[in-house]
């Protein structure tokens, strides 16, 4: 065994304490600039802490629903866009009517089009959207806006997913399986993509005709639409369940589902996905947006038509606001005008959290991402809890605006 004497004399230990002498004797006015280090630009442009945009060009598909495409607004500090993965999105942070509110929107273009300058956000109107209302009928080339980094974690991962994805879109949930798409024809991700796309008629399917000329440039992409209220050739009809899935699906490789829609589509898919037997890591869900009508759960115990008092300390002020039964925390600060974190706001990114000081809440259990942590000191996501009786929150102040 070496002495200590020896180690002293250990190369690494000369390293050790030359690198503690020249700290020492340094002057105070040598300090290292961190942000020279190349790794430190790099991480600066691959996770910014905002995106200044602005318009560049608006595609209109119906009056409902709009493709935005923006570009970087070097003249607000940002030069170059953040790469991405396939399948993620965008936090938007907007002003309305005097009130900052925060949206996330799957990105539709391809993670290679950011190096084009471009990235593509399409957006359907949600009907008593604050947001989508907003940007579809405002928003308009040159306008600026503020987006985060990309977020979220609907994105192919060889060592989880199967190499084929079985898709199944509905809506406004294609806009995450374009980009897949595209990304597949360039190179970028190294999998197969046989998508379910459902609409109520073959005009709803916005990209058809480009997901068309995808399908019949590459064969690893195939699309299928099914279509709910019309019977048209070359297409299925009815709902996606487990027999349309087992038909189109590998019949002697694995495969992982992917899903992005409304929640009543996941309601159902999940019930028919549940009888093929897959692992679970073979089944991913898109983050769905906001959770409406909690009285619709079996388990939901409160009263709908109860109104109550929500006490929001931030950063040491307090404000006391109404919240009714059926709005979550989240809608009901933003509605009063505060303004509190918020990302995919369906409960998954733990982005909003905040600390339940008193009162209950009611959480529904298929969107409670919550940690046990969370859960054992009082953490609640705002963005999915719904009063019970008056609360008082302790909020972290928002990050975007």
């Known amino acids: 065994m070496k002495t200590i004497e020896n180690l002293k004399n250990t190369e690494i230990v000369k390293m050790l304490l030359g690198r503690a002498g020249a700290v020492k004797n340094a002057p105070a006015t040598a300090v290292a600039q961190l942000d020279t280090y190349p790794a430190n630009h790099m991480a600066a442009q691959l996770h910014p802490h ?59 273009s391809s993670p290679r089009d950011t190096l084009a300058g471009e990235i593509r956000l399409s957006i359907k109107r949600v009907e008593g959207g604050i947001v989508s ?34 898709g199944i879109a509905g809506g ?33 399917a ?7 000329q995808m399908a019949a440039e590459n064969e690893r992409i195939q699309i299928v639409h099914v279509l709910s209220e019309e019977k048209k050739k070359g297409c299925e009809s009815g709902l996606i369940d487990a027999a349309l899935i087992q038909k189109y699906a590998p ?5 992982s589902i992917f899903l992005c829609g409304p929640q009543a589509m996941y309601d159902f898919a999940d019930k028919e996905i549940a009888t093929l037997g897959l692992k679970r890591k073979y089944v991913r869900h898109e983050l769905f947006g906001e959770y409406f009508h909690p009285e ?58 905040a600390q339940l000081l008193s009162g209950e809440v ?38 975007y605006g």
């Not at 570009?71 to 999105?89: C, D, I, M, R, V």
């Not at 897949?180 to 073959?202: F, H, N, P, Q, V």
């Not at 916005?206 to 068309?212: D, I, K, L, R, Y």
Request: aromatic share 10%; proline share 5%.
């Open 206 to 212: 916005v990209f058809a005709e480009e997901f068309a």
């Open 251 to 255: 019949a002697d490789a694995p495969y």
């Open 50 to 108: 905002a995106q200044f945009l602005k318009v560049k060009e608006i595609i209109t598909h119906s009056a409902d629903f709009k493709s935005f495409i923006f570009e970087p607004n070097a003249a607000k500090g940002t030069k170059h866009l953040a790469w991405f993965s396939a399948g993620q999105y965008l936090v938007i942070a907007i002003n309305v009517g005097g009130k900052l509110y925060c949206r996330p929107y799957s990105i539709a």
């Open 133 to 166: 209302g907003y940007l579809l009928d405002n928003l308009k080339a040159g306008d600026e806006i503020i987006a985060s980094a990309p977020l979220g974690t609907f994105t192919y991962e060889p060592l989880r997913d199967a190499k084929h994805i079985v």
């Open 296 to 353: 619709k759960n079996a388990d939901y115990s409160g009263d709908i038509g109860a109104a109550y008092k929500l006490r929001v300390r931030i950063a040491g002020k307090e404000q006391t606001i109404d919240c009714a039964a059926d709005t979550s925390l989240l809608r009901a600060m933003e509605q009063a005008g505060i303004n509190a974190p918020s990302d995919c706001r369906s409960g998954r990114c733990g982005w909003c959290h």
């Open 362 to 399: 009611y959480i529904p259990a298929s969107v409670d991402g919550r940690r046990a942590a969370d859960k054992e000191f009082g953490y609640i996501h705002p963005c999915c809890a719904f009063p019970l009786s008056d609360i008082v929150l302790d909020v972290p102040p928002v990050l």
């Open 172 to 204: 406004s949930g294609i806009t995450p399986f374009r980009s897949l798409a595209k990304a597949i024809c360039e190179g970028d991700e190294d999998c197969s993509l046989t998508l379910l796309y459902g609409s109520r008629t073959m005009k709803d």
